[in-house]
């Protein structure tokens, strides 16, 4: 296109009827020399810029359309995933509602079960009060000195406990229920539960008032106490039986325990 431009122009001195070039044109023909060859230049730019632009256009478009393509696999594969979880979430609410059901199976077999239990312990319970009903109950003579035989000479403080305690039972206005109360402490006592002991010594001390066998059931209670690492408690009560029974062989031990201990 350039060429055809320039080729004209050439031609032009030469049809005016070969006169001589003058410098003026000279200078007109390189004028139009440098604008022909900046016009080229300007559309070899716009060229390039369209081809760049359509370029960029094109680029910016496929990188979208691959952005969008990336989207929509998310898109399935997070939808993908949410049905996965959906079914696991059914899965876990039928397992739920499965173990529910069997656990209030479970419940009523055993209920079921404790029922048919008590009614049969109710009927043994029956049976053994009958037995002990119509068994023929020792005297008393007998029943102390049996549970005074097994704890001080057999050494089977829960037998003899047990029997002490039938003891009571079936005569608490003799005149050796005192003792049996005190033996049963003892038991305890020797069976180093000191906490039991302490309380059923105490109680033969509310029970039995002044009863000489009171100063016996103090002393050891006392004794009780320091086994505990409780010494304020036994000095408290050793002192109680100095004062209360000042001629019992209870307050002379006393005394000596007293003075061991620091008071």
């Not at 097994?150 to 829960?158: A, E, K, S, Y």
């Given at each position: 296109m350039a060429?055809?431009?320039?080729?004209?122009?050439?031609?032009?001195?030469?049809?005016?009827?070969?006169?001589?070039?003058?410098?003026?044109?000279?200078?007109?023909?390189?004028?139009?020399?440098?604008?022909?060859?900046?016009?080229?230049g300007v559309e070899r730019n716009l060229k390039l810029v369209q081809e760049d632009t359509a370029g960029g256009v094109k680029a910016r478009f496929d990188g979208l359309t691959r952005s969008q393509a990336e989207l929509q696999a998310g898109l399935d594969a997070l939808r993908v995933?949410?049905?996965?979880?959906q079914g696991r979430f059914d899965d876990l609410e039928r397992a739920d509602a499965d173990l529910r059901q069997h656990l209030t199976l479970l419940k009523d077999e055993l209920g079921l079960q404790v029922a048919d239990l008590d009614q049969r312990l109710a009927r043994l319970e029956q049976g053994a009060d009958a037995a002990t009903a119509s068994a023929p109950v020792p005297s008393a003579n007998e029943l102390y000195e049996q549970a005074l035989q097994?704890?001080?000479?057999?050494?089977?403080?829960?037998a003899g406990r047990t029997q002490m305690e039938e003891f009571l039972k079936h005569y608490p206005a003799d005149s050796r229920a005192v003792n049996a109360a005190y033996w049963i402490g003892e038991t305890?006592?020797?069976e180093k539960a000191y906490d039991k002991a302490i309380l059923q010594f105490e109680e033969v001390a509310q029970k039995y008032g002044d009863d000489p066998?009171?100063?016996?059931?103090?002393?050891k209670q006392a004794l009780a106490f320091d086994a505990l690492k409780d010494r304020k408690s036994a000095r408290l009560v050793m002192k109680k039986v100095v004062e209360r029974f000042p001629l019992a062989e209870e307050a002379k031990m006393g005394k000596e325990k007293l003075k061991e201990w620091g008071s």
């Open positions: 060429k055809q431009r320039i080729i004209p122009w050439l031609l032009v001195p030469l049809l005016l009827g070969g006169c001589l070039v003058t410098e003026r044109d000279l200078q007109v023909q390189r004028d139009m020399l440098d604008l022909t060859r900046r016009l080229d995933d949410t049905q996965g979880t097994t704890i001080r000479d057999q050494q089977d403080f829960v305890h006592y020797a066998k009171v100063a016996s059931a103090l002393y």
